[in-house]
């Protein structure tokens, strides 16, 4: 079973197109998840699954937000 990529982008901004800044800021401020995924399948049959996640921020707002979970 093979699935299409998804992207999915949210604004908080009125506007119907962001500029390149605003993307920026928000990767840099808040931070984005890349997250994908394939599967090689012989026959039906799932051979191989390999899945990615990846975190894109500054390393400020990573800080911040480690800092800001509560300890275990």
Known sequence: ???APKVVVTSEFDE???SLVDIL???LNRGIVIRGS???S????DL???GLDAILTSFE????????QPRR
Request: charged share 10%.
């Open 48 to 50: 191989v699954y390999l």
């Open 16 to 18: 119907d197109q962001l």
């Open 25 to 27: 800021d928000h990767v």
């Open 61 to 68: 707002t990573a800080v911040r937000h480690l800092q800001a």
């Open 38 to 40: 394939v599967v090689i």
């Open 42 to 45: 012989l026959a039906g049959v």
């Open 1 to 3: 079973m093979s699935t």
